[in-house]
């Protein structure tokens, strides 16, 4: 069996060029007052896997008219405007889901009030959003707010059907288009954007990241029901919260009207009642809505692959390819 592909594999290519955007990073994030530069200091250094920079800057790389050069500031910029986008919803979620912890450490809302989370997070945006502006580079700062809006869209349809116990399919995928494949499409253009490329190329690479991000999504989807993932969230918890997400959809859909209520009766006990998370996460690997859930995932793999086939082989593309193949098997 082959290794596990490690996302210091697929970063290689772009080393210095993720090293220049968190010099980058560093030096445009300072704020002003003890208080709010500590706590703009600890959510920047819990930012996770980076992936949307690591998208930004491969696109970029795979872009750029001239093989090998140095990206310079645009794809920095365009990586920081992306991923604090990103910083800054992960933060205002924790807020609303009332979540301790992120990656393993004490979430900010559990480190200063919640009130002060929010604060930050709208700051983080703020900052975002005058640096892009300051930059002159208005391609990309309009690129890039647009996806904005659709977070908090998807986050509200998100809630809104957990609060009914209501999902469809049709539902369901424009839930995890709005809340993580359009961000990462938007991550994967910006690095088209940013080095100049046609039109044509930067909507093939918001395609690519659109169906990663499709992928990558339905991927958590699933760990969240599987005992061994190492996510380092617990798992059913989206049981806990009441979503109903493709594994479940899938039995959910396939059951007669009955079995439908006895199930969501189940899923309204979840957050105080243990046991019917463990009942449910049984029915739902019993009754196949991790397989078919799982089929659905690699069709947007192998659609976000396809995406490249026009651009020649470099390590960028190579990088790329990867990356799907990472999402794909991971399992945190």
């Known amino acids: 069996m082959q290794s596990m592909i490690t996302l210091d594999d697929i970063r290689k290519p772009v080393t210095a060029e993720l090293a220049a955007f968190d010099e980058f990073v560093e030096r445009q994030f300072t704020a002003e007052g003890e208080l709010l530069s500590d706590m703009l200091r600890y959510a920047l ?33 365009a990586a920081m405007l992306v991923e604090m986008v990103h910083v800054a919803s992960l933060i205002h ?17 559990a480190r200063w009030q919640s009130h002060k989370a929010v604060i930050l997070g709208d700051y983080i945006l703020a900052r975002n959003m005058n640096i892009g502006l300051q930059s002159g580079q208005f391609d990309l700062v309009t690129h890039v707010c647009g996806s904005m809006a659709s977070l908090c ?9 957990a609060a009914n116990r209501l999902m469809s399919r049709k539902t369901y995928f424009d839930i995890i288009y709005k809340k993580t494949a359009s961000l990462l499409g938007i991550s994967s253009s910006a ?5 100049h ?5 930067v909507t093939t690479m918001r395609r690519f ?18 005992p061994s993932n190492h996510a380092g969230k617990p798992v059913g918890n989206d049981l806990c919260e009441g979503k109903i997400t493709l594994p479940l959809l899938t039995v959910l859909e396939n059951s007669p009207e009955e079995r439908r209520a006895e199930l969501l009766g189940h899923l309204a006990r979840c957050g105080e009642d243990a046991s019917s998370v463990e009942y449910l996460r049984g029915v739902v690997a019993q009754e196949g809505g991790l397989e ?26 190579s990088s790329l390819i990867n990356l799907c193949a990472y999402v794909a098997e991971r399992d945190r």
């Open 292 to 317: 078919a859930a799982a089929e659905v995932m690699h069709g947007y793999i192998t659609r976000a692959v396809e995406m490249l086939s026009d651009y020649e082989d470099t390590p960028y593309r």
């Open 191 to 195: 690095g088209a954007l940013a080095v």
């Open 209 to 226: 990241g659109e169906a990663l991000g499709m992928a990558f999504q339905i991927q958590d989807d699933i760990l969240d029901y599987t």
């Open 93 to 109: 979620d924790d807020v609303i889901d009332e979540a301790d912890t992120r990656r393993g450490k004490p979430s900010v809302n």
């Open 153 to 161: 869209e998807g986050e509200i349809l998100q809630d809104d059907c």
């Open 197 to 201: 490329a046609t039109r044509d190329r």
């Open 45 to 77: 250094s819990s930012r996770g896997k980076g992936i949307r920079p690591l998208l930004v800057m491969l696109s970029a790389a795979m872009n750029a008219p001239v093989k090998g050069a140095s990206l310079g500031r645009r794809a920095s910029l």
